[in-house]
């Protein structure tokens, strides 16, 4: 029993490393061959590659504060995370894939972001979306691998939540019927 839930969990685990090295394959060759603020059109008026230091949190948020210590913050911040979605990832049931994929795209995402953040005191962001002269904040793999997977995290929690809601009504239908 206990040795399949492990394999099943390290399935997901393999899930978060592959994410993890995939952001840091892609932070790796676009640190090599570009330099800071270079941007490369690749679809016009809609992606660029844009090659940027991100000091700040998920899509550059708090990137202007001047802080020497907003990158330790912000490490801390990622450490504790990391402990909170594992510790969650090894209590929680393996009967829900969707919930195991999200931990697992979050796991990873996080864990290439804190690498960055550790090594370097920024995260290199590289995916630049706009329509026409209209940006959307620069990002790289983990933070749509983070994006991703809190989604499929919500959508896991309210399907759960749909569940138990129906599950009252049919209790309480039943209840009623007697």
Known sequence: MINSAWKIRSRYLLVALIVFLLDQLTKRIVSNAMVPY?????????????????????????????????SWFLSLLSLISLGVILVYFLRVGSSNPRLYVGLSLVLGGAMGNLLD????????????????HHHWPYFNVADLSICVGVGLLLISMSAKAEKAALAATTKATETTEI
């Not at 490369?40 to 210590?69: C, K, M, Q």
């Open 117 to 132: 953040r550790i090594s370097s005191g920024f995260v290199v962001d590289f995916i630049d979306v706009h329509w026409f």
């Open 38 to 70: 270079q941007s490369i059109e690749i679809v016009p008026d809609l992606l660029n590659l844009t090659y940027i230091h991100n000091r700040g949190a998920v899509f550059g948020l708090g990137s202007n504060f001047s802080s020497p210590y907003l």
